[in-house]
């Protein structure tokens, strides 16, 4: 994984730890400066950016094709090749929630500016808004779009 100078163009820093390509990463919105990346390792590594360094590993069963941290940082959102997103608690470092609703490939997420939404891509032509507040006991299923049917 790199950091780069969009002005210049050229690559800063650069952190070695995965072993296969990185899919996707995300940087944190609050606190301390960091990025989370997904790989066809099967891990989500949390980076400190100021350390160049892991600071955490999440291991999947399959590739991570898509990551990202939720508002406070807290969580870490991930999601791949079986089609479900798990959301892991930092602090207790393991699944507290899955979202399930894709029926083929996860291939991108991103969080709503508040929060509180995170929208997920499959290659099932759908898009999920899924509904990530801490305090959600029903359903997380928000809305769903069907794309263009073949």
């Given amino acids: 994984m790199g950091v780069y100078d969009a002005n ?4 800063t820093k650069k952190y070695a730890g995965h ?3 990185v899919n996707s990463c995300h940087v944190s919105r609050a606190g301390d400066p960091l990025a989370v990346s997904g790989s066809d390792d099967n891990m989500a590594m949390v980076w400190d950016l100021r ?6 590993q999440f291991e999947s069963e399959y590739a991570i094709l898509a990551v ?3 508002g406070n940082d ?3 959102f991930t999601s791949g090749i079986d089609n479900v997103v798990r959301a892991w608690d930092r602090r207790r470092e393991s ?6 609703g894709h029926t083929d490939t996860v291939t991108g997420m991103s969080l709503s500016p508040d929060g509180e ?14 509904d990530v507040r801490n305090f959600v006991t029903t359903s997380r299923l928000s809305k769903q779009f069907e794309g263009h049917q073949v």
């Fill in 74 to 76: 807290e969580e870490v």
């Fill in 8 to 11: 210049r163009g050229v690559r």
């Fill in 95 to 100: 699944v507290v929630y899955t979202l399930e």
């Fill in 68 to 70: 990202s941290f939720s």
């Fill in 19 to 21: 072993g296969a390509v």
């Fill in 117 to 130: 939404s995170l929208l997920t891509n499959s290659m099932d032509r759908s898009l999920i808004c899924w």
């Fill in 51 to 56: 350390a160049r360094r892991s600071v955490q």
